[in-house]
């Protein structure tokens, strides 16, 4: 068993950054509304889809003047298994020499979540989806970002990660059977607590709230031993996290939920 990793948050994205680009240059969209951008909206009621089984290529261009690092890669409510998608990603400088930082191919259509060493800052970036020779499925993907993590720390109060909400209406008989149960979703919470925290651990959890406020993201709880425990949440809309120990430190609670897949 390896040792434990710390709370993990991946919310920040270069994709939609200010001066920059994101398209499909190679391959082709399917009819419909399944325009690139909603690969990066955090939204699950969108989603990005290829016109057939051909290589697919997206390109991130930062802008003049501008370049972007990242250490990781996340993609949700994707078929890519299913359609035999190998992924790579790679980063340049000059659309000549390019550093391949993720080849991959997801053993499940589940999220898909792969670290790397952390880049230099490089202009572009670009994705590639080549399915397996033969496929009759063309691939799709909901939610797909690249960008840095936040590693955040241990939580100092205990906590379950799998704890669900079934939310149901059952009906009932005048004798308290149940007659019929009709599931809408089954919702998923975390509750998270850091006791005096300092300020580099409220620092990095004040610039999330600032940055990703009330929008999804993913969550790694403990991905050292639980690699397939990441989760697209979003968190209450309150904000409080009270001074202790005379303002040196922080009480940090986060209560976050989502939609189990």
Known sequence: MASWSKIKFFHDTMLGSAGSTFALTAGST???????KYLYNMIETNMWKASSTAHQQFDYD?????????DYLA???????????????????????????????????????????ATTPHRYWRLNINCTIGSTVAPYMTLCIWGNKTELDYATASFDPYEQNVKANVNLSQGGYVTG???????????????DA?????????SWWETSGLKNFF????NANSPDDVWLMRPDP????????????????????????
């Not at 149960?181 to 006791?195: A, N, P």
């Open 30 to 36: 399917a009819a419909g509304d399944y325009d690139v």
């Open 62 to 70: 930062a802008g003049a003047g501008n370049a972007k690092s990242a």
């Open 75 to 117: 993609i949700l409510s994707h078929n890519l298994k299913t359609a035999g998608g190998k992924i790579d990603l790679n980063c340049s400088n000059d659309l000549v020499s390019w550093q391949t930082v993720v080849n991959d191919t997801p053993f499940a259509d589940t999220v898909f979540l792969k670290e790397f060493n």
């Open 181 to 195: 149960v009709h599931t809408q979703y089954t919702e998923r919470s975390l509750s998270l607590r850091f006791d």
């Open 198 to 206: 300092d300020a580099t651990l409220y620092g990095k959890i004040k």
């Open 219 to 222: 969550v790694a709880w403990e």
């Open 238 to 261: 309150k904000f409080s996290n009270p001074l202790t120990n005379g303002g040196l430190y922080r009480n940090i609670t986060l209560n976050l939920k989502g939609r189990k897949e």
